[in-house]
């Protein structure tokens, strides 16, 4: 869909294709037919690594965050700063906090992430994705399980990723 959001738009029937583009997106399946232009360009979606890549990243209403994580830890889970091996938590840390920033959480980088509500954890995925410069963000159902204070805040946040060009 172009143009701007709407708060309560629709983006298609039950039935539609938008979970089946989803996994075309992230590269879990492979398309039929057609094509997929990204910035103008035919691209092919190998995997999700690929995805990754071109710096697409979805949300799914089930999120996958670790509950028994800390803040930080899910963010940069499988993606450390490192060298030699060795994870540089203070980089991690320093990083999380300005990312935290972004989405406009102020919670420490150690705070366990079962200890926050789901819109918070919402905005943490955000945070993770924009740790792996994203520039194709795709919220499945984002505000579903939000109350109107938080699905407010993070269509806020959407506006102003979108407007960032994301």
Known sequence: KTG???????????GAGKSTLMKILSGIYQPDSGTI???????????????????????HQELALVPLLSIAENIFLG????????????EAFSRTVDLLKKVGLKEHPNTLVTTIGT???????????LNK????LILDEPTASLNEPDSNALLALLEELKAQGI
Request: hydrophobic share 40%; glycine share 12%; charged share 20%.
């Open 133 to 136: 410069r994203v520039k194709l």
């Open 119 to 129: 819109g918070k954890q919402q905005l943490v995925e955000i945070a993770k994705a």
């Open 37 to 59: 232009e990204i910035s103008g360009s035919q691209t092919a979606i190998s995997g999700p690594r690929a995805a990754q890549a071109l710096g697409i990243s979805i949300i």
């Open 79 to 90: 993606h450390e700063p490192a060298k030699f091996g060795v994870i540089n938590w203070f």
């Open 4 to 14: 701007p959001m709407s708060r309560g738009s629709s983006f298609g029937e039950n």
